[in-house]
């Protein structure tokens, strides 16, 4: 029997590196191709709104930033019953306690998926509403993608070059492409005086 797979990412896109699991899927499903079997969620900050998907899958891959408190940009990957812990290592947000809320009604209900992978990055900076991934997670996107791809690989599922199903993700407007893509840094913004990107004088 073919396992179904929910390959999720989750995080707040709207302050920096919060948003690097969502960033993760996203690019996933720019280049990767997987049969039905397995889909990809941006599941942004929805808490328990997740549980339906959960519920459908044997295997769930999560991407998020979770803080270790590791050098900025660190991997930490954790699989199945350490997964739980490793969510609430320090509670930095939100989603990230409604997550843990989410794999424990879960477990509760008696579905949540018996093969669990967390692919976590240390974050940089959090405290920037509005601001994009900082270099050194965003650095790291394509490797935790890796270890997703190789995970799979190494239970028979297999991803495909090209365009995936992105049904699933987040409107255009705010993909990684649209939301910083015309944005400069901070450093920049200030050499070129350019005042859209400067808090606005009480």
Same mark, same amino acid.
């Given at each position: 029997?073919?396992?179904?797979?929910?390959?999720?990412?989750?995080?707040?896109?709207?302050?920096?590196?919060?948003?690097?699991?969502?960033? =993760?899927? !996203? *690019? +996933?499903?720019?280049?990767?191709?997987?049969? &039905?079997?397995?889909?990809?969620?941006? #599941? $942004?900050?929805?808490?328990?709104?997740?549980?339906?998907?959960?519920?459908?899958?044997?295997?769930?891959?999560?991407?998020?930033?979770?803080?270790?408190?590791?050098?900025?940009?660190?991997?930490?990957?954790?699989?199945?019953?350490?997964?739980?812990?490793?969510?609430?290592?320090?509670?930095?947000?939100?989603?990230?306690?409604?997550?843990?809320?989410?794999?424990?009604?879960?477990?509760?209900?008696?579905? =949540?998926? !018996? *093969? +669990?992978?967390?692919?976590?990055?240390?974050? &940089?900076?959090?405290?920037?509403?509005? #601001? $994009?991934?900082?270099?050194?997670?965003?650095?790291?996107?394509?490797?935790?993608?890796?270890?997703?791809?190789?995970?799979?690989?190494?239970?028979?599922?297999?991803?495909?070059?090209?365009?995936?199903?992105?049904?699933?993700?987040?409107?255009?407007?705010?993909?990684?492409?649209?939301?910083?893509?015309?944005?400069?840094?901070?450093?920049?913004?200030?050499?070129?005086?350019?005042?859209?990107?400067?808090?606005?004088?009480?």
């Amino acid at each position: 029997m073919t396992a179904n797979v929910l390959i999720l990412g989750i995080g707040n896109v709207l302050w920096a590196d919060e948003g690097f699991g969502v960033r =993760c899927v !996203e *690019t +996933l499903a720019e280049s990767h191709a997987f049969d &039905e079997n397995v889909r990809l969620l941006d #599941g $942004g900050t929805q808490g328990l709104y997740l549980l339906p998907f959960l519920e459908e899958a044997d295997i769930l891959i999560v991407f998020d930033a979770v803080d270790y408190g590791l050098q900025p940009g660190t991997l930490k990957i954790v699989e199945n019953d350490e997964v739980p812990a490793f969510m609430g290592a320090k509670k930095m947000s939100l989603h990230q306690t409604g997550f843990q809320d989410v794999i424990a009604t879960a477990q509760l209900m008696g579905y =949540c998926p !018996e *093969t +669990l992978l967390l692919v976590g990055c240390q974050p &940089e900076e959090l405290e920037d509403y509005g #601001g $994009g991934l900082r270099d050194v997670v965003a650095a790291q996107i394509q490797p935790s993608i890796q270890v997703a791809l190789d995970y799979l690989a190494e239970r028979g599922i297999h991803a495909r070059q090209g365009k995936g199903d992105d049904s699933l993700l987040a409107d255009a407007s705010i993909l990684r492409s649209a939301y910083e893509g015309g944005r400069p840094s901070e450093d920049e913004a200030c050499r070129t005086g350019d005042a859209r990107f400067f808090p606005e004088e009480a």
